[in-house]
């Protein structure tokens, strides 16, 4: 063999042998369409049934849900903890994506972040162990929850309540004069009560029950709200959202949904809650509880509760969303004149609550109306319009308007004004059944 040949296949096996040993010290790469997506979820980590977190691992309702979802999707959940009262300032600082502990649809976390679909229901439930001064069970008082929580809110009366979260401020909202002892850590107001620390302790439909197995001397009083849970997802995060509203519709039409819910939530928990109607008549709920901050806004700014001009961009923009959902979708649109009767029925009951709505005192903080109360509105005015052309046909129109009563009932509309979104509701439906002339 030639010298000069024989140096250079030494050469080149020494190179392929090189790369070898370098492509076994180094995993090669994926593709980036191959690679893991991560979805940060953040939970507040001590709220059973709704979410545990112990070691890393979640478990409980809303970790099986996020876990299906980040099945199908593809996804990698990331566990980002948070407390209940800095829940509104982490979503807004980007520290998760989506937010799922239980989570209260309200007003003031609507300008914040965006809600999914329901997911369940529940309602304020008060755990109490009697005092001796309070009306006794059977007594001439009324049992009524309202009438006896009445009785009850008095200076000596003591009610543990979670910290930061929906039950504080129902308990602020329903005792001005008893000791409210608000404590961070959730699982230890219950043992606030166990211990005798406190006369009572404020939970749900859901976890109260559970609470209660093995006190004594314990009354289960109500529920007196009727309160509904949704993800909670970052106002940036649209797409997200969106993708979940879809994949909860159809968890909640083929079963799944309803089977978590019977599973780790129990009674306590009514539903269905993610169809089009009970989600529809939520988002319009959602949005005119943020009807007496608008009305505040524009008592501050000298504004009108009437703005024909803005009335008419948002009927326009409402119109053009439920066109493009339901070609999406792949389903004929309802008439211009259907879409138009249901938003304006929405609009027509919001200047109402404006009016009905009493002039802030002057340092009373407000929020900004162009910079948070629209952008807010907005954000729920998509996801109602994505639900339009989802409505079924052959909606019973006096069952329609009970479910809306129910629904609707903390809006502080008048009956007959929620009759008319209702109807508006049940016209739609019955569009898409109806042949065009």
């Known amino acids: 063999m030639f010298p000069g040949l024989a140096h250079a296949r030494a050469l080149l096996v020494g190179s ?60 990698r959940l990331d566990w980002v903890r948070f407390r209940w009262p800095e829940l509104v300032a982490d979503l807004g600082a980007h520290r998760f994506d989506v937010a799922s502990s239980g989570i209260t649809i309200r007003p003031e976390r609507s300008l914040a972040g965006r809600y999914t ?76 009560l166990a211990t005798g620390q406190a006369d009572a302790a404020l939970s749900n439909t859901v976890e109260g ?45 083929s079963g799944a949904l309803g089977q978590l819910r019977e599973k780790y939530l129990g009674p306590g ?74 938003f304006q029925a929405q609009m027509d009951a919001a200047k109402k609550l404006q009016l009905r709505t009493p002039t802030a005192a002057a340092d009373a903080p407000v929020h900004s109306l162009e910079g948070e109360l629209r952008p807010a509105l907005a954000r729920i005015s998509a996801r109602i319009s994505t639900l339009v052309p989802r409505v079924p046909g052959g909606l019973d129109r006096e069952a329609t308007r009970r479910k809306a009563r129910e629904e609707l009932a903390s809006t502080g509309l008048e009956g007959e004004e929620i009759d008319r979104i209702a109807d508006a509701l049940v016209a739609l439906g019955a569009a898409r059944v109806t042949p065009r002339r």
């Open 117 to 192: 679909v329901p997911v369940a229901r529940n309602g304020a439930l008060l755990l109490l162990r009697r005092p001796d001064w309070a009306p006794p069970s059977g007594s001439g008082n009324p049992e009524e929850p309202l009438a006896l929580l009445r009785a009850l809110d008095r200076p000596e009366f003591r009610l543990a309540v979670n910290r930061g979260g929906h039950l504080e401020r129902v308990a602020r909202a329903h005792f001005q004069n008893a000791r409210i002892l608000a404590i961070p850590n959730n699982a230890a107001v219950r043992e606030a």
């Open 269 to 342: 928990a009514t539903g269905p809650t993610a169809t089009p109607v009970d989600a529809l008549l939520s988002a319009t709920t959602e949005r005119l509880a943020l009807m007496p901050m608008v009305a505040r806004a524009k008592q501050r700014t000298g504004q009108p509760i009437e703005v024909p001009a803005q009335e008419a961009r948002v009927l326009e923009a409402a119109r053009k969303e439920v066109q493009e959902a339901a070609a999406t979708l792949g389903v004929p649109a309802p008439p211009d004149e259907a879409i138009t009767a249901f």
């Open 16 to 75: 392929v042998l090189a790369l070898l040993a370098a492509c076994a010290a180094r995993p090669a790469a994926l593709p980036p369409s191959h690679e893991t997506r991560v979805l940060r979820v953040g939970t507040s980590s001590d709220y059973p049934p709704f979410s545990v977190l112990r070691d890393g691992q979640a478990s409980g309702f809303d970790a099986a849900l996020l876990d299906a979802y980040a099945s199908d999707r593809g996804y």
């Open 209 to 253: 029950p559970r609470w209660a197995e093995g006190l004594s001397g314990i009354e289960l009083i109500g529920p007196f709200t009727r309160d509904v849970v949704a993800l909670y997802v970052e106002s940036s995060r649209a797409e997200l959202a969106a993708d979940l509203d879809t994949w909860l519709l159809q968890q909640e039409e």
